[in-house]
Each structure stands twice: as structure tokens, then as C-alpha cells.
């Protein structure tokens, strides 16, 4: 079945910790995204990459990190975390280079809550 | 700062009748339009995409796009109570070999059978 998995579900941690959340593609998509979405602030691209090594800023990237080593995975992660990162995070792939957005799959999602 | 902006609802309409939603985006460089649907607690899903001027139809959902005025509007036809949920209008910006995709921040839709 092709899908977005993203792991954990759930989380809950304390300021400071360090965490990863991963996400991983069985499509073969180029293109990869993370987001995240608040009440209030609807969702907001964090960072997004067009291929393996390559990754970009989006609109918020500060205090998170991803990297793209395989194409199949591109992980979140939160060297520091702070209550503000407590939201609601999404992973999305999509297959075409020449628009990546056509086809774009999300992730069930990550619910963080940063104490 | 690139800005899309939706009415935040909810719109309510009847069953069977036709829902509009709208979403201004303030990039005129914008290249590509797309309208995700989302239920509660769930993942955003691809519902229209549209990239030229004019309308898209597709079954009951037919997609409105007006680069002049930077405008692009969704509209549900013999709405059904399936259809409620929050619908988000999401822009593409391209440039330099990047891809950034920016999203309004929804507007709820409630059918009332």
C-alpha cells in the first residue's frame, strides 16, 4: 500500500530533549515536506526536500533540523525543544518533479507536546 | 511575506445546496492553486488543483482561477453532509529550482442536512 508513515503518533516531552520524528515514503517520491499546523496559525511548511542532500527552509524553520540521506525518509528533528513546538506535525511526499505538489501525500501526523 | 487569505467560517449551507469558498493570495508570481480538504483530526487530502485562468471541474467540486486579481475560489455543487469539513487554499511560489508551498489557514464548512 503506498503511504506516508510518520513515528511516533504521539509524543510527549520536556524542554530540552532532543527527539526525532521520522518519516518515510514506500513511493519512490522526490520531493518531501514537513509541516506544522496550530489553531489559529493553519499549517505552515518548516522545511522541504527536492531530492536526496538536497533540503530548503520554509517559512519556520528555526529551532529544527532534517535531513535527507535516503530518499525514502526525511526525519524531523528537534535538537532543543521549547513549549512553542507543541503542535500538531505533518510529513508530505510527492511523486512529480516538474510540479510536486500535484500528488501530494500526507502523513496520519504527530501530535508533540513540548512541557 | 507571502500571504494566502481564506475566510474563516464556518460557512454553513444546506444539503444539496452549492458552497463557495474563497481564497486571495498576495504572490503574484504565483504559479500553481490547490484546494486540500481536511476532517477533524485527520491529514490534509489533495481535492483540485488548478493552474491556468478560467474554471476546473471536477465531479461536484469545480476550481476558479483569476491570476488578475489574484483570486482563486472552490465550488461544491448538491453539497452533501460528507462534504463538512475545513478547506484549505494552498499556493506554490517556484523560482531558482525551490518549491515553497504556503496555505490559508482554512475556512469550515458545515452541510446541514
Known amino acids: 500500500e503506498a503511504q506516508v508513515t510518520q513515528n511516533p503518533r504521539y509524543l510527549i516531552t520536556v524542554t530540552g530533549k532532543k527527539l526525532t520524528v521520522t518519516c518515510s515514503q514506500n513511493?519512490?517520491?522526490?520531493?518531501m515536506s514537513w509541516y506544522r499546523q496550530d489553531p489559529g496559525l493553519g499549517l505552515r511548511q518548516i522545511y522541504y526536500s527536492m531530492n536526496v542532500e538536497v533540503t530548503d527552509k520554509g517559512d519556520v524553520p528555526e529551532g529544527y533540523k532534517v535531513s535527507r540521506k535516503e530518499k525514502r525518509n526525511f526525519p524531523l528533528i528537534l535538537e532543543s525543544p521549547s513549549p512553542n513546538q507543541t503542535s500538531l506535525y505533518f510529513c508530505?511526499?510527492?511523486?512529480?518533479?516538474?510540479?510536486?505538489?500535484?500528488?501530494?501525500?500526507f502523513g496520519p501526523g504527530t501530535r508533540l507536546t513540548v512541557t | 511575506q507571502k500571504e494566502v487569505e481564506q475566510n474563516s467560517g464556518p460557512l454553513s449551507v444546506p444539503e444539496g445546496a452549492i458552497a463557495s469558498l474563497n481564497c486571495t493570495y498576495s504572490?503574484?508570481?504565483?504559479?500553481?492553486f490547490f484546494w486540500y480538504r481536511q476532517y477533524s483530526g485527520k491529514s490534509p487530502e489533495l481535492i483540485m488543483s488548478i493552474y491556468s485562468n478560467g474554471d476546473k471541474e471536477d465531479g461536484r467540486f469545480t476550481a476558479q482561477l483569476n491570476k488578475a486579481s489574484q483570486y482563486v475560489s472552490l465550488l461544491i455543487r448538491d453539497s452533501q453532509p460528507s462534504d463538512s469539513a475545513t478547506y484549505l487554499c494552498a499556493v506554490v511560489n517556484s523560482g531558482a529550482g525551490s518549491y515553497q508551498l504556503t496555505f490559508g489557514k482554512g475556512t469550515k464548512l458545515s452541510v446541514i442536512p
Open positions: 504572490d503574484r508570481g504565483s504559479q500553481s
Open positions: 508530505a511526499s510527492s511523486l512529480v518533479p516538474g510540479n510536486p505538489f500535484l500528488e501530494q501525500y
Open positions: 513511493m519512490n517520491h522526490e520531493y
